[in-house]
């Protein structure tokens, strides 16, 4: 069943109204990758009525209000990405495709999407519902944080947008609670998970500076930023004060556990396109996400340019091998299947089964897991891994299982019992034709700016990897991702850099990118005030050409 986005489809489930109405800035995808149609599901399964409207026109109020008023609440997401960095590149030219558009044009998705949804709705309906914002976009840009495309600090969208409610992470039990809450006439601000504007501030949250001095001061924002990311790793309740008022940030929601991840896994989704959104043309995302099956959440990366950290936090919970083994099952059983499992994944593909929390049973809160050496408190353990590849390669109509999310090499290195065989399986059966890793840098000055291993690291693994393919008798060969014009990085490093790629992994690498300075990264911090966490100051590219000249030094052909 999809979830309803018109009028008859709501008379046909007799519905006189929905509970909570979504509102995406990407077309509807009815599959688990799509947060909203994530959320909409797993609310109908707890009882609740809920509709999405994707991609609303907002310079005409017939989209946003063909479902009427919902009972309860809003729910407006930007899509899966901040809608800043679907609509422009990282040198802020405007995209011209969109895969997650009917049609494959970028014309739908307005910028800052998730303001100008809230304020559609703010103008469309006189009667007035809670509007709650979440996803990527809202999530990330909840406190004072770096905008690259207007290359100043911008305030909370919360307090920006005038919505009532934000919710960060993954946001099934706090938008549970929050729909109860309402529904019950009780009490949203005590929620887990969720931030709100306030007058007074609730005992024992930790202080940001204000937005106005993180405005006008980067040193006020580098330690606004070491402290966000260190209250987020002890999840602790967060505020900051803005225009007078407070933004509150509750301790963020509990992961669900792997019997819950289960459950909103194996929900009936129809992993298709809505009829209403396919009949305005083909939306590239489906081909992908349609045989791609997520085995677990997290990541204890921490790399310092990705959000996921500040999103879906650094813990691991993994999925039951039995019900990822049924969802491939249902998969192949269906009629057109043609035997290929797209991705069998997650943040990173080979943390899967190393469930552990960070601050209990003996793991610590703060330190990262796996920079800037491999802790040995880590369950570095890729077993669990390689008796789930084993068996889903057995289910019936399975021709090829493809693991295309990202894998870190160093946890392979660091696994000195299973790590081997983990490389031995997936170069043999899960891997075709090059196997994909993101070094993103080599020099240890750059890479340490990172919280990645350096370049002695990356050799290690060539040779293990050049050992395994040779016993093998396999054409496999690696291809590396870099990033260009990195915070401290200079056309000095890079010449070095490419200097080793030439002589050591013997390439010339097209698999780069130029930094991004994005919402709530560590990297986009140390963008902002060129200098680093502890202080120092770094040089940091920013002129256009020079930009893109970094990453031409990577990309351009040499003799090898
Ligand atoms: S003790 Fe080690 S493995 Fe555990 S959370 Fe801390 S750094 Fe990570």
Known sequence: MFIPTTKKELDALGWEKCDIIFVSGDAYIDTYFDGCALLGKYLIKQGFRVGIISQPDIDSPDDISRLGLPELFW????????????????????????????????????????????????????????????????????????????????????????????????????????????????????????????????????????????????????????????????????????????????????????????????????????????????????????????????????????????????????????????????IASRPGFNGVISDLGGPTANMYGMDFVKGENGHCALKECLFPEVCNKLPADHSRQISLLKSVRKIKNIKHIFISSGIRYDLILADRIHGEEYLREILTHHISGQMKIAPEHIIKSVTDLMNKPDGKNLKEFKDLFDRTVKKLKSPLFLTYYFIAAFPGCTERDQTEAKRFISAVLKTNPKQVQIFTPTPSTEATALYWTEKSFDGRKIFVEKNFSKRKRQKEIITERKKL
């Open 75 to 330: 729910g407006v997401s930007g899509g899966a990405m901040d809608s800043m960095v679907a609509n422009y590149t990282s040198l802020g030219l405007r995209r011209k495709e969109d895969d997650l558009t009917p049609g494959g044009i970028n014309n739908r998705r307005p910028d800052r999407a998730v303001l100008k949804y809230v304020n559609l709705i703010q103008r469309t309906f006189k009667e007035k519902r809670p509007i709650t914002i979440g996803g990527i976009e809202a999530s990330l840009r909840r406190f004072a944080h770096y905008d690259s495309h207007t290359d100043k600090i911008r305030g909370s969208i919360l307090a920006d947008s005038k919505a009532d409610i934000l919710v960060f992470g993954m946001g099934e039990r706090a938008n549970l609670e929050l729909a109860n809450a309402l529904k019950n006439g009780e009490n949203i601000e005590q929620i887990r998970g969720v931030c709100y504007m306030s007058k007074t501030i609730p005992e024992g949250f930790v202080q940001l500076p204000d937005f106005e001095e993180c405005a006008v001061s980067k040193d006020k924002f580098l330690e606004m930023s070491k402290l966000f990311f260190r209250s987020c790793k002890l999840k602790k309740g967060i505020f900051q004060k803005q225009a007078g008022r407070f933004i509150v940030q509750n301790p963020p929601a509990l992961p669900l556990t792997s019997a819950e991840l289960d459950e909103v896994h194996e929900l009936d989704f129809e992993r298709k396109v809505h009829p209403y959104y396919a009949a305005m043309g083909e939306v590239r995302a489906l081909d992908t996400i349609k045989t791609s099956v997520l085995t677990h959440r997290g990541c204890f990366g921490a790399c310092s340019f990705c959000s996921i950290t500040a999103h879906q936090g650094a813990d691991i919970v993994s999925r039951s091998e039995g019900s990822i083994i049924r969802e491939i099952t249902e």
